[in-house]
């Protein structure tokens, strides 16, 4: 079985500044590594994702997460943040299976609040 | 860009009431998901769905749930006699299958009030 734990529930931060949204993983298996963003009164939408290759991975709107196997984490970054990106943020990951659709166990959700 | 679609946005039931809540994958999408978030908890999955039959569900999805996909492009959540702890946000979700690496795309919810 996997689970994910996002340590942080709430995390404010002022416009511009930097931001670390922390996610740490436990699984039996090998695992997929998402991140998806709900936007109020929106449904989930994907940030970015980690499949293989290169333990990086960046969305097209600035934010990054770093694969790191050893520390089973999947911390999301964003070096400089806007009033826009308040919304929660959920890490989620999915067991590697092949030749079918999986299943996404989330963490339990931090909300960015970005202030002026 | 293609999207999930689900209505109603909003429902409002009596408890012990049933209540259908509708999703319209994407159309060539072959994996469909329901997952609920009751308020301030985390999102947790229900069931998922493939080939007309469910492939795998959670501890939550007892008899009181059914799916289905009736016509070939909606599918289905049925609560037959709600509770007031079914009151959450449910969001169907799909994807294209092949691997559990490919994006599930999530549906704007389904809010339920039991009362």
């Known amino acids: 079985a996997q689970s994910v734990t996002q340590l942080d529930s709430q995390v404010p931060v002022f416009e511009e500044a930097p931001v670390e949204l922390r996610c740490n993983y436990s699984s039996s298996v090998s695992v997929y590594l998402f991140w998806y963003v709900q936007y109020p009164n929106q449904g989930l939408q994907l940030l970015l994702k980690y499949l293989s290759g290169s333990t990086l991975v960046e969305s097209i709107n600035g934010f990054e997460a770093e694969f790191n196997k050893s520390q089973t984490s999947f911390h999301l970054r964003k070096p400089s943040v806007h009033i826009s990106d308040t919304a929660e943020y959920f890490c989620a990951v999915s067991e590697m299976i092949y030749n079918q659709g999986g299943k996404l166990i989330f963490g339990q959700g931090t909300e960015l609040s970005v202030k002026p | 860009e293609p999207e999930v679609t689900q209505t109603p946005s909003h429902q409002v039931t009596q408890m012990g009431q049933e209540v259908i809540l509708r999703c319209v994958p994407i159309s060539n999408h072959l994996y469909f998901y329901w997952y609920r978030q009751i308020l301030g908890q985390k999102v947790e999955f229900l069931v998922s769905f493939y080939n007309n039959e469910i492939s795998e569900k959670s501890e939550i999805f007892d008899d009181q749930f059914s799916v289905e996909r009736p016509d070939g492009s909606n599918f289905t959540l049925k609560i037959r006699s709600t509770k007031l702890e079914d009151s959450a946000m449910y969001f169907c979700?799909?994807?294209?299958?092949?691997?559990?690496?490919?994006?599930?795309?999530f549906g704007e919810g389904s809010w339920l009030t039991v009362v």
């Open positions: 979700a799909s994807t294209r299958g092949s691997s559990s690496g490919n994006t599930i795309y």
